[in-house]
Nanobody, 124 residues
């Protein structure tokens, strides 16, 4: 079992940056594949980025490529999402998710563990 707690959300102007963090409990952090999803009001939850349990593979939604970067720190049991050049359409609740030893996949149903979410609001 793993518990996830996101932080780092907030209000930022378009063009600005934020770094989200997802702190995980548990002793087997390094064996989990991690992902970030987001959900805007009235919309379905959508994939943002993911990083494999080994850290050797990442994947990004087309809408965030070249702007967002996902990284992990196995010593701190934390996953990060660095978000640059933010746009108003990036406004959403951002969730981190985890699956054990799984490959990097963009499907929410593949991840059994979820955080509570953190709000990101980008003003124009």
């Amino acid at each position: 079992q793993v518990q996830l707690v996101e932080s780092g959300g907030g209000l930022v102007q378009a063009g600005g940056s934020l770094r989200l963090s997802c702190a995980a409990s548990g002793r087997t952090f390094s064996s989990y594949t991690w992902a970030w999803f987001r959900q805007a009001p009235g919309q379905e939850r959508e994939f943002v980025a993911a990083i494999s349990w080994s850290g050797g593979s990442t994947d990004y939604a087309d809408s965030v490529k070249e702007r967002f970067t996902i990284t992990r720190n196995n010593v701190k049991n934390t996953v990060y999402l660095q978000m640059n050049s933010l746009k108003p359409e990036d406004t959403a609740v951002y969730y981190c998710a985890a699956r054990r030893f799984g490959t990097v996949v963009p499907t929410p149903g593949a991840y059994p563990y979820w955080g509570q979410g953190t709000q990101v609001t980008v003003s124009s």
